[in-house]
């Protein structure tokens, strides 16, 4: 207002009416005059960056992942800085719900199969867990289930199948197609531990006999303990929240199409795992096969 008015009323005079002091309104003059300052500047090239890269991960990433990627391009930058630059800027990352309906079936007269993993899902060398379970996926033409398969050191998804029905043939797909995929670098499949919750599927007699084919050993937690599966059901939320709620999708063939790509293209090679030291699961893998070679 001193500034517009300057010309008419006398800086003093309106200075005195506005209670401020004539020498902060000429401080303020010549700052605005000489133009922002280092900090300033730096400031703005920060939240620049930050909202590209927020927006190259389709609004889902946070200060954690956003700050590895500031890094990875050459900036020194603490995730407490990125955090409040987004906050003052209105930038946000997506949070998981904690909420989702119960699609185990408990078969009523299971066989006996132990818990091999105790929770510890991560045993440090690939191919030593693999955790599976099934969800489902709301389409224009009913429910769409899906069946995954991660291995639990490197959180990579490693197969998967779709089914319009809860039926174990999803489970033997994913599994067979987990299996097929490892290439030989990674160790061999034989023995792996197949953990899954207590679904009919999981305890059926027809998924037994696909895994004495295949030479990998069944584990399932206890009856309605998310925790024993608890990493499986991490990844469903990640699925979830970041890409598939946010979207419609009007038939079986549009969701398949749009979450193999989001696997692939997204989960498995972009997306930033912050128990993966932020790297992608196929970029944990990489380095690990190499290190394995350059030691042999």
Same mark, same amino acid.
């Given at each position: 207002?001193?500034?517009? $008015? ?9 200075? $005195?009416?506005?209670?401020?002091? *004539? ?8 700052? *605005? ?32 992942? #956003? ?9 020194? #930058? ?24 119960? =699609? ?26 693999? =955790? ?45 197609? /987990? ?13 792996? #531990? ?6 009919? $599927?999981?305890?059926?007699? $027809?998924?037994?006999?696909? /895994? ?33 709620? *946010? ?5 079986? /063939? ?20 912050? =128990? ?13 096969? =190499?290190? %394995? %070679?350059?030691?042999?």
């Amino acid at each position: 207002m001193i500034d517009a $008015q300057k010309a008419t009323f006398p800086i003093a005079r309106m200075a $005195q009416l506005l209670g401020v002091s *004539r020498s902060g309104y000429y401080a303020w003059a010549q700052r *605005r005059a000489t133009g922002p300052g280092p900090r300033e500047v730096r400031r703005r090239e920060l939240v620049s960056k930050i909202e590209a890269a927020h927006e190259a991960s389709d609004g889902v990433n946070g200060a954690p992942r #956003i700050t590895a990627d500031l890094r990875e391009a050459g900036e020194v #930058i603490s995730v407490k800085t990125t955090a409040k630059l987004m906050r003052q800027n209105g930038i946000r990352g997506i949070s998981p719900r904690p909420w989702r309906p119960v =699609t185990t079936i408990v078969d009523p007269n299971p066989h006996t199969i132990p818990d091999l993993v105790g929770r510890r899902f991560d045993q440090g060398v690939l191919n030593t867990v693999w =955790t599976s379970d099934i969800t489902y996926l709301a389409t224009g033409q009913g429910w769409l289930y899906l069946c995954a398969v991660r291995d639990g050191c490197s959180r990579r998804v490693l197969g998967y199948a779709f089914s319009d029905s809860l039926h174990t043939d999803v489970v033997e797909d994913a599994l067979r197609r /987990a299996v097929a995929f490892r290439a030989p670098g990674t160790g061999a499949t034989a023995g792996v #531990i197949f953990h899954a919750d207590r679904g009919c $599927q999981y305890t059926s007699a $027809q998924l037994a006999r696909v /895994a004495g084919d295949l030479e990998v050993r069944l584990s399932v937690g206890r009856t309605g303990v998310c925790y024993d599966n608890a990493q499986q059901e991490s990844f469903w939320s990640t699925l979830k929240t970041e890409f598939y709620t *946010r979207h419609e999708f009007a038939t079986h /063939a549009e969701a398949i199409h749009a979450v193999s790509s989001w696997i692939e293209t997204v989960y498995n090679r972009r997306r930033r795992h912050s =128990t993966l030291g932020q790297i992608s699961p196929v970029t944990f893998e990489h380095r690990i096969t =190499t290190a %394995a %070679a350059e030691a042999a």
